[in-house]
T-cell receptor
C-alpha cells in the first residue's frame, strides 16, 4: 500500500459527460501529480499541485482541470468527455524536501462509452 | 526537457535467472533522479528503486539494482533471481532535481515475462 488513495477505482460514463476523480496524498506529502496512462500515449504528466498552488502543467486538455484543497487532497475534473479520454488516471504524491520518492495511487480506470 | 528511452518492448526470462532492463535518458539538467516502477496487470504503479545523478554508488533494493552509467546516460534495472511474480510492465522515469518536486518523465516501458 503506497499510502496514496484514489477514488473511484473504476468509472464508466458516456461521451459528453463530466466526472471528478479524487486523490488523497500520503500523510505529510505536499505535492500531488496527475498522470494519464493510455495505450497509445503511455504515461503522460497532466498537472502538479504543491500545497494548494498549481506548480507545473503538462499535456492537460482545456476540458480538464484540477485543484488541491486545504487538506491537500486533490480532484481532477474531466468534462465534455470523449472516447479518447478512456485511460487510467494516476495520482502521485511526494514530500516537499525529498525528490527521491514519488508514490502512486492505484489509479482510476475511466471508460467513456 | 528530459527524455527516457526504453528500447525493449518485451523481454522473457527464465525463473531464477537474472535479467537487465535497459533505460537511456537525455537531459540538460545537471542534477536529476532516476526511478524504476513496476506495473503488474492489476494496474498499480509500484516504486522499486531510485538513483540520484550525484550518487557515487549504484542503488540496490533487495533483488533490484540499478546499473548507473552516467557517461553513457544509462540507468538499467537488474533483477536478480527472477520470480513468476516479477512478470509485469517496468517503467524507467526521471525528474530534474534543481527546483524542488518536478514531475516525472516516463519511458514507454518494457513488458517482462518470467517463464517457469
Amino acid at each position: 500500500d503506497s499510502g496514496v488513495t484514489q477514488t473511484p477505482k473504476h468509472l464508466i460514463t458516456a461521451t459528453g459527460q463530466r466526472v471528478t476523480l479524487r486523490c488523497s496524498p500520503r500523510s505529510g506529502d505536499l505535492s500531488v501529480y496527475w498522470y494519464q496512462q493510455s495505450l497509445d500515449q503511455g504515461l503522460q504528466f497532466l498537472i502538479q499541485y504543491y500545497n494548494g498552488e498549481e506548480r507545473a502543467k503538462g499535456n492537460i486538455l482545456e476540458r480538464f482541470s484540477a485543484q488541491q484543497f486545504p487538506d491537500l487532497h486533490s480532484e481532477l475534473n474531466l468534462s465534455s468527455l470523449e472516447l479518447g479520454d478512456s485511460a487510467l488516471y494516476f495520482c502521485a504524491s511526494s514530500v516537499a524536501q525529498m525528490n527521491t520518492e514519488a508514490f502512486f495511487g492505484q489509479g482510476t480506470r475511466l471508460t467513456v462509452v | 526537457a528530459q527524455k527516457i528511452t526504453q528500447t525493449q518492448p518485451g523481454m522473457f526470462v527464465q525463473e531464477k535467472e537474472a535479467v537487465t532492463l535497459d533505460c537511456t535518458y537525455d537531459t540538460s539538467d545537471p542534477s536529476y533522479g532516476l526511478f524504476w516502477y513496476k506495473q503488474p496487470s492489476s494496474g498499480e504503479m509500484i516504486f522499486l528503486i531510485y538513483q540520484g545523478s550525484y550518487d557515487q554508488q549504484n542503488a540496490t533494493e533487495g533483488r533490484y539494482s540499478l546499473n548507473f552509467q552516467k557517461a553513457r546516460k544509462s540507468a538499467n534495472l537488474v533483477i536478480s533471481a527472477s520470480q513468476l511474480g516479477d512478470s509485469a510492465m517496468y517503467f524507467c522515469a526521471m525528474r530534474a532535481l534543481n527546483s524542488g518536486n518536478t514531475p516525472l518523465v516516463f519511458g514507454k516501458g518494457t513488458r517482462l515475462s518470467v517463464i517457469a
